[in-house]
């Protein structure tokens, strides 16, 4: 099942980077609607992301879409260039 998990390219603001995962839709029982999900929770659905990411908002018209985020800023380097770059092509493509 966890092969079946889609994950989405990562974005960034000036505090936080986000991605989000789409689980399949025989999942989407297991994820709570009341509750934002532990990270051994999110991981017993199989989910694998790198460390510091955390379940911060459900997507409400479709259930099996969950939004993760980990803060940017006093991490790592390499992850505040990335930020940096990111924004900077995203105004890039407003410009077009």
């Known amino acids: 099942m966890a092969d079946?998990?889609?994950?989405?390219?990562?974005?960034y603001d000036d505090?936080?980077?986000?991605r989000h995962v789409i689980l399949p839709k025989k999942l989407e029982k297991q994820v709570p609607k009341t509750k934002l999900l532990t990270e051994y929770e999110w991981r017993s659905l199989g989910?694998?992301?790198?460390?510091?990411?955390?379940?911060?908002?459900?997507?409400?018209?479709?259930?099996?879409?969950?939004?993760?985020?980990?803060?940017?800023?006093g991490t790592n380097p390499r992850l505040q260039e990335e930020a940096k770059i990111s924004?900077?092509?995203?105004?890039?493509?407003?410009m077009h």
Do not use: T
């Open 4 to 11: 079946m998990i889609s994950y989405s390219d990562k974005y």
């Open 15 to 18: 505090v936080y980077e986000y």
């Open 47 to 73: 989910i694998r992301m790198s460390r510091g990411w955390n379940h911060y908002a459900h997507h409400k018209p479709e259930p099996n879409i969950l939004l993760f985020r980990r803060r940017v800023k």
């Open 87 to 94: 924004q900077y092509q995203q105004q890039q493509q407003k």
